[in-house]
C-alpha cells in the first residue's frame, strides 16, 4: 500500500510537509502544495482518516464553521447546533470565518487538527475546495444554510425561492405595482433565489417583470441599506418603488433608518419586508415584516445529521433538507394602496 513517505518520496518534500498539505494546506506555498497533491493523484495514496478520527470509545466533538457572527442570523443558527449538541451529550468547537474566505481555510486547517469527527459549515465561499478536499477524506461535512448541491454530502437550508415567493405575493395583493429589490445578486445563491421567487411572483400577479428595480446593495449589513435608500430616494417620485423587499433583515433596518430619517413615511409611502425574522424585528421603529427563517433548527438538525453520518459510516445516505419559509407580517407593510389596512398574519 501506497504511505505517506512515498508520497513525499515522490514529491520530493519531507512527510511532514505531506501531511501539512492533507491537514493544514495554508501552511504550505501554493507551489509545493500542488507538486504533493500530483503526487497522491499519481500514486494513488488516499489517507486513513477514519481510523485516526472515529476511535471508539473517544468523546466526540463536531465542529461548527460560521461565515459571520457579526449578523445575528448566524448567531441564532450556532445557538441552536450548540444547544442540540449538548442535549445530546457532544461537544462542539465553533470557529468564525468573518466572510474571508482565507480565514475560512485557515479555520478548517484547524478543526482537522483538532479532530473533530465531521464538520458543519456556513460556508463563505461553497466552492471552496477545501471543502471538497475534506469530503474526499472521508470528513463528514454537512452543509447548513450556504448549499453546495452537487458535492456528497448533506445539506439543510431554507427554501429561498419560497421566500421571495412570498413577500411578491404579499406585496402585490397589497395593490403594489413598483417594488424594488434591494440585495447584491453576485454575493451568495441566496439571493438570487430570493429575488427570482419575487420576479415569479409579480408575474403570476400579472405583473410586468421591469416593475421590479433592483436597488444594489455592496453586502448584507445595516449600513449597506442605509445606502441603497440614496439611490431609491435619488429616483424621481413617480419612479420611486412604493414597496421594497430587501435580501435580509439587516438590511431592511437600515432601509428603514434612513427613509425614516428624511421624512419617509412606512409603511405610507414605501412598505418593507425583509428576511430571517430576527428576534429585534418586532422591536424596529417600525415592526418590521420579515420573511421567517427556522434559525435554531437549522443549526440543531444540522447536528443531528452530521451524527447519523458518523453512527452510519459507509452505510449511511446523505440528505438535503430545505425548510419552508413563513411570512410574518407586521406595520412596515400592512398597508394597502387603495388605503384598506391588510389582516396582518398570525403573531408569534
Not at 400577479?205 to 435619488?234: C, F, Q, T, Y
Not at 398597508?335 to 391588510?342: E, F
Request: charged share 25%.
Amino acid at each position: 500500500m501506497v504511505n505517506i513517505h512515498d508520497v513525499a518520496t515522490r514529491a520530493g518534500v519531507s512527510a511532514g510537509t505531506v501531511s501539512n498539505v492533507l491537514n493544514r494546506p495554508s501552511y504550505v506555498s501554493i507551489e509545493t502544495r500542488q507538486r504533493v497533491l500530483d503526487a497522491i493523484d499519481a500514486l494513488g495514496f488516499r489517507p486513513r482518516q477514519s481510523s485516526r478520527q472515529y476511535r471508539p470509545g473517544r468523546e466526540r466533538t463536531l465542529g461548527l464553521a460560521v461565515a459571520d457572527m457579526g449578523n445575528p442570523y448566524f448567531v441564532d443558527v450556532a445557538l441552536g447546533a450548540e444547544a442540540e449538541a449538548k442535549e445530546l451529550g457532544v461537544g462542539v468547537v465553533i470557529v468564525h470565518n468573518g466572510e474571508d474566505t482565507a480565514r475560512e481555510e485557515q479555520n478548517l486547517d484547524l478543526l482537522v487538527q483538532q479532530r473533530v469527527q465531521g464538520i458543519m459549515i456556513t460556508p463563505v465561499d461553497e466552492r471552496n475546495p477545501r471543502l471538497e478536499q475534506l469530503i474526499e477524506r472521508g470528513v463528514p461535512i454537512v452543509y447548513v444554510d450556504r448549499i453546495s448541491g452537487d458535492r456528497p454530502c448533506c445539506w439543510i437550508a431554507t427554501d429561498d425561492l419560497a421566500g421571495g415567493r412570498l413577500a411578491g405575493e404579499h406585496l402585490a395583493a397589497a395593490g403594489h405595482r413598483r417594488i424594488g429589490f434591494v440585495g447584491n445578486l453576485s454575493i451568495s445563491p441566496q439571493v438570487r433565489q430570493r429575488y427570482q421567487g419575487l420576479l415569479d411572483s409579480v408575474r403570476d400577479a400579472g405583473l410586468d417583470e421591469g416593475d421590479v428595480r433592483l436597488i444594489p446593495a455592496a453586502s448584507w449589513k445595516v449600513a449597506n441599506g442605509r445606502e441603497a435608500m440614496h439611490l431609491l430616494l435619488d429616483l424621481p417620485p413617480e419612479e420611486r418603488p412604493t414597496a421594497i423587499f430587501c435580501a435580509n433583515d439587516l438590511l431592511a433596518l437600515g432601509a428603514l433608518q434612513e427613509l425614516v430619517r428624511h421624512g419617509v413615511s412606512v409603511p405610507e409611502d414605501v412598505a418593507i419586508v425583509g428576511f430571517d425574522d430576527l428576534d429585534w424585528a418586532s422591536a424596529s421603529t417600525v415592526p418590521l415584516s420579515s420573511v421567517r427563517q427556522a434559525r435554531e433548527q437549522l443549526g440543531r438538525t444540522a447536528v443531528r445529521m452530521i451524527l447519523d453520518e458518523i453512527e452510519q459510516g459507509a452505510d449511511h445516505v446523505h440528505e438535503h433538507v430545505s425548510f419552508p419559509p413563513e411570512l410574518i407580517v407586521r406595520e412596515s407593510s400592512d398597508y394597502r394602496r387603495d388605503g384598506a389596512t391588510q389582516t396582518p398574519a398570525p403573531q408569534p
